[in-house]
């Protein structure tokens, strides 16, 4: 709820010990007036560290600043594969190369950026997914991967996929694909 987010921001008394707010959101840009709540922080300058989720493929030069002065210093963005095709056999219809652009803009703004990556997505190859990573290095991105172990959920659409391609993961918690 973004009044407490506001509440919190504001409390005197939180801020002695306040250096930090994670807001748990795996797709912060999507929520309701998402620019009219920054410019709301951006107006407090209440000297908290913000971090959250984003997907970057919509983050302007302009967004990724007001991103900064609302006072976020670092972001997730969930790339998992530079590769349209299998994005959307996960049902993820999002453009890579502009997800690349928002990432160049946050990072030029001074935010600290995480990149998520997922090995075996369907239609990825090993190949294909050493090619993304020497990709993310070459564009200096190299401290900002982080490796996630591909998980086969029940009632995703990827386990669906799964199943019909008899792939091989784990049944049971936490559901990782067998390499």
């Known amino acids: 709820d973004f009044n407490k987010l506001l509440a919190a921001l504001r409390s005197r008394s939180s801020h002695r010990n306040l250096n930090e707010l994670y807001i ?11 620019i009219a709540k920054l410019e ?15 997907r970057s493929e919509r983050i302007s030069s302009d967004l990724a600043n007001l991103l900064y002065r609302a006072g976020f210093r670092s972001l997730e963005i969930g790339l998992q594969t530079l ?13 890579p190369e502009n997800e690349l652009r928002g990432i160049d803009h946050l990072k030029r ?3 600290e950026i995480k990149i998520g990556i997922i090995p075996g997505l369907p239609g ?20 900002s991967i982080e ?3 591909l998980m086969v959920l029940p009632g995703t659409e990827l386990r669906d996929l799964a199943d019909r391609d008899n ?9 990782y694909y067998n390499y």
């Open 147 to 149: 490796l996630y172990p």
């Open 83 to 95: 590769r349209t095709s299998a994005l959307q056999k996960v049902g993820r219809h999002s453009n």
């Open 124 to 143: 990825d190859t090993a190949d294909q997914f050493i090619a993304m990573v020497d990709r993310l290095v070459d564009l200096g991105l190299h401290e």
């Open 24 to 34: 748990l959101s795996p797709a912060l840009e999507t929520a309701k007036d998402f």
């Open 109 to 111: 703004a001074g935010i």
């Open 167 to 175: 792939v091989n993961y784990i049944r049971k918690p936490p559901y």
């Open 40 to 54: 709301i922080l951006a107006d407090m300058k209440h000297g908290i560290r913000l971090h959250s989720e984003m």
